[in-house]
């Protein structure tokens, strides 16, 4: 039975010399250094989940012919764990990630990884790789749990084996912008359509978004908003981040999921953390038009994306073919930096965690 599933550590041949680390460490940028370990877990139809190992992190060995080469069965979460004040360390939420790779799994026709093992598979690789976790401001070890379709064949139809890894990545700051992000709109291409693959977190949904943001680079751009895939007209989300719109009498709101929006875990937090403030949050579809007007009028006054990896990042202008215009005071407005600042203080141990959001490791 999964519950009694154990975790194999095999040594290290060469563990990377603290003195190295230390260097790394220093200044990590974001997903380019990794630490030692990985985590490893199989299934096989009739077998069921099997083999849990950590191990060095190692380069993989895949037959020509695996299957998630050819019909790319694959999905993955990110998640963080932080640094405590007294040396500690915790992970964010790590139950909600859990649940996501579930459904994830399920829309892509794959096997589902029990809870319990995810929430495992993240404990002991963040165990084996402690030392790895920046103390600098804004640094946190980034946990890149995922599964791919393992099988050996070529055919049309879901993989009967699967392959279940975490690896790990000391990281920095995801923007260095000072000020607020600009963003293009894209009028060529959506990230999802309805009954589509927008809510799954799988591979596919970003490789298709990179023409967009890789125009919007070109155009001078941080990064690429999408709009809906039947009228082009409602704002859906960026490339890798939920919205939120802020008004001028404080409230909020965030398009809805419905299916084409990945559900995102630092979304819902904010959308809680707003709540307990009292603010009144809404979960509507909005204009590309009626941001624009609302931003000329002054009726909004904030934009913000959010996400595992950039965590709270304000939007200060939107740009696209047609249009060009300024979100407040192109920086960060005062309600997105007190929700970030309660977040962050929540992840870091600075403040109290009223919902139960951090599981202490250590």
């Known amino acids: 039975m999964t519950a009694a599933l154990s975790f194999t550590r095999e040594e290290h041949p060469a563990l990377i010399p603290a003195s190295d680390r230390a260097v790394f460490l220093e200044n990590p940028g974001f997903g380019k250094v ?16 099997h083999d849990a190992k950590v191990t060095a992190r190692a380069p993989l060995v895949l037959d020509p012919a695996t299957a998630v080469l050819h019909y790319a069965q694959e999905i993955f979460e990110g998640l963080k764990a932080y640094r405590l004040p007294d040396g500690g360390a915790a992970l964010f939420r790590a139950d909600a990630n859990a649940r996501r790779f579930q459904e994830s799994a399920r829309r892509m026709a794959m096997a589902e990884l029990p809870e319990d093992l995810f929430l495992q598979s993240c404990r002991e690789l963040v165990a084996a790789d402690r030392d790895w976790i920046p103390e600098a401001e804004g640094g946190a070890l980034y946990l890149r749990p995922f599964m791919f379709a393992s099988e050996v064949f070529l055919g049309v139809k879901p993989a ?38 927008g809510a799954a977190k799988c591979g596919g949904n ?38 939120f719109f802020v008004f001028e009498d404080g409230s909020m709101q965030t398009p809805p999921l419905g ?23 809404r979960e509507e579809p909005y204009s590309i038009d009626q941001w624009e007007a609302d931003a000329a009028s002054g009726r909004l006054r904030e934009s913000f994306a959010c996400g595992t990896a950039a ?46 959001w951090m599981e202490r490791l250590f």
């Open 34 to 49: 990794f630490t030692d370990h990985m985590v490893t877990i199989r299934y096989a139809e009739g077998k069921g989940w």
């Open 160 to 197: 009967s084996e699967y392959l279940y890894m975490v690896i790990a990545s000391s990281v920095g700051a995801y923007f260095k912008t000072p000020t607020g992000v600009t963003l293009w709109v894209s009028d060529d291409y959506t990230r999802a359509a309805p009954g589509g693959t």
């Open 206 to 243: 970003y490789a298709s978004s990179l023409i967009a943001q890789q125009e919007a680079i070109r155009e001078g751009c941080d990064q690429v908003v999408f709009l809906d895939a039947v009228e082009r007209r409602w704002i859906e989300e960026l490339g890798g981040m939920n919205i």
């Open 259 to 281: 299916g084409t929006i990945l559900p995102g875990i630092t979304r819902e937090s904010l959308m809680l953390l707003a709540r307990d403030e009292g603010l009144t949050i």
């Open 311 to 356: 965590v709270v990042t304000p939007i200060g202008r939107v740009r696209g073919r047609t249009r060009d215009f300024r979100i407040g005071n192109g920086g960060i407005g005062v309600a997105t930096d007190r929700l970030k600042a309660r977040l962050v203080d929540i992840q870091r141990g600075l403040a109290p965690d009223p919902h139960g």
